[in-house]
């Protein structure tokens, strides 16, 4: 097993959603949250000065949309990308949109029950321990 640390930027407007992941994350021996951003103007400032290794995104944030994110990135990073979205159907052309600029997969957001936070966290881990092992 590898001793290199993923370091990630946490991106979303969910206060809960950010600590609850940190706290995880804190017990991983292999991913170190190395920032946390619940706007777009202070993910695009944390990305600048922290260069992380890979990204959590909401695609709904305050002051902008996720896609505008992914799309200010293009050509400047290539730091890989999950996005974390509670769109449903609404938002399939959403997430979409962010897969085809550059987002390298999606993952659901919980419905607020434990069980399916569960899922998105062992989701969101297992895409982040793919992204170290690569």
């Known amino acids: 097993m590898t001793s290199k640390k993923l370091r990630i930027l946490l991106v979303d407007d969910s206060a809960s959603?950010?600590?609850?992941?940190?706290?995880?994350?804190?017990?991983?021996?292999?991913?170190?949250?190395?920032?946390?951003?619940?706007?777009?103007?202070?993910?695009?400032?944390?990305?600048?000065?922290?260069?992380?290794?890979?990204?959590?995104?909401?695609?709904?944030?305050p002051d902008g949309n996720g896609l505008d994110l992914l799309q200010w990135m293009?050509?400047?990073?290539?730091?890989?990308?999950?996005?974390?979205?509670?769109?449903?159907?609404?938002?399939?052309?959403?997430?979409?949109?962010?897969?085809?600029?550059?987002?390298l997969d999606f993952i659901s957001k919980s419905d607020g029950t434990e069980d399916d936070f569960l899922r998105m966290i062992e989701s969101l881990t297992e895409k982040l321990m793919g992204i170290l092992d690569f």
Do not use: M, W
Request: aromatic share 6%; no cysteine.
């Open 17 to 61: 959603v950010l600590n609850i992941l940190q706290e995880v994350f804190r017990k991983n021996q292999s991913i170190q949250v190395i920032g946390v951003a619940k706007t777009l103007a202070e993910a695009k400032d944390q990305i600048i000065r922290y260069n992380p290794d890979a990204i959590s995104l909401d695609l709904e944030l």
């Open 74 to 103: 293009k050509g400047k990073y290539s730091i890989p990308v999950i996005v974390l979205s509670s769109y449903t159907e609404y938002g399939a052309n959403t997430t979409l949109k962010a897969l085809k600029q550059g987002a």
